[in-house]
């Protein structure tokens, strides 16, 4: 299994995100697409600029976005000092409200990367052997007759 996934890899799914403010405040955040069908209030994983970092989905009258991403699942829940990796990226990268930003869809509701228009980016692959611990055995023995009728029969 490969280390790293490249962001134009088949099991990748890649959509347009837009840099955004919303509030009062006067810090860029990211409007997400539909297409990603997250839901408000869920935290995610979001790879910027090469590290994982957390992020809560957040809504506003418009749609969903991701205001910032932190270091820690516990500073995502509750910024308040954190560093806001997000900002932080998308000031070096020069963007600003209505620039465009790729998110590659890593892991569907789990796992995404921002990255730049046209630019090429490399994930971790931190997929596990798929598959229950069930499953697993049964590959090892060759299958499973399993017919319903005895949850405890072997043969």
């Known amino acids: 299994m490969a280390d790293r996934i490249p962001s134009d890899h088949a099991s990748v799914h890649t959509e347009r995100a837009e840099v955004a403010r919303s509030g009062g405040t006067r810090r860029p955040c990211l409007r997400l697409p539909s297409a990603l069908d997250l839901e408000q209030g869920s935290f995610v994983t979001l790879v910027v600029d090469g590290e994982a970092r957390h992020a809560e989905v957040q809504g506003d009258s418009t749609g969903l976005l991701i205001r910032g ?6 500073e995502a829940r509750d910024p308040g000092r954190a560093e806001n990796r997000l900002v932080e990226w998308l000031r070096n990268v020069g963007r600003e409200p209505g620039d465009p930003v790729e998110i590659d869809e890593i892991e569907a509701g789990e796992r995404y990367g921002v990255r730049l228009p046209g630019e090429r980016a490399f994930y971790r692959d931190t997929s596990g052997p798929g598959g229950s611990l ?17 949850p405890f029969d072997l043969d």
Do not use: H, N, R, T
Request: hydrophobic share 20%.
């Open 69 to 74: 991403a932190y270091d820690l699942k516990s």
């Open 134 to 150: 069930q499953g697993i055995a049964e590959s090892l023995d060759g299958g499973s007759d399993d017919d319903g009728d005895d």
